[in-house]
């Protein structure tokens, strides 16, 4: 199998050439690691030569690295039925830089896109219909960024009396405790004398 990736590794990069700045091989899987800019060119390649048939995409998601520069990772998942082989491709981005969109290549990247656009504030240029998917109307800030507050912002909640949902800034009203998740043998400070060992034997 290692054999098979390797040959498939090599033509992959000897086929798109500067499209992409490199691939790897760990865990017997293949990621490729593409360029922004050329992300159509390279997913038309998978998909189209004849020795990779990439014809699935799986997935579209982001992973957030808010101490790099281009914090972001989005990642592409896509399977070739024909190979039985599977290939990751990554790209990096960040908050102000756009990523154009699949949906002319994939027409199931509309969703995969519009979740990594919800999740992370990643924007996709040319999509035809670039909105949130998983959060509600007005919903401020994208949940999957570390930098993203545990509680949220807002709470939710429906009035019975009003027979709406109401929106509030959060509110913790229970005083903050200190757990310190320790067994009660890990955290004992009591201590037996000589004469209650004796009893407990």
Known sequence: MSDVLEDLKAHILDGLGSAVNGAEISFGELTLHARREEIVKTIAFLRDDPLCKFTTLIDICGADYPERERRFDIVYHMLSMHLNHRIRIKLTTDEDVSVHTLVGLFPNADWY?????????????????????????????????????LTGFVEVRYDEERKSVIYEPVNLPQEFRDFDFMSPWEGAKYVLDEEEKKKGA
């Open 113 to 149: 896109e519009r979740e990594v656009f919800d999740m992370y504030g990643v924007a996709f240029d040319e999509h035809p219909d670039l909105r949130r998917l998983l959060t509600d109307y007005g919903f401020e800030g994208h949940p999957l960024r570390k930098d993203f507050p």
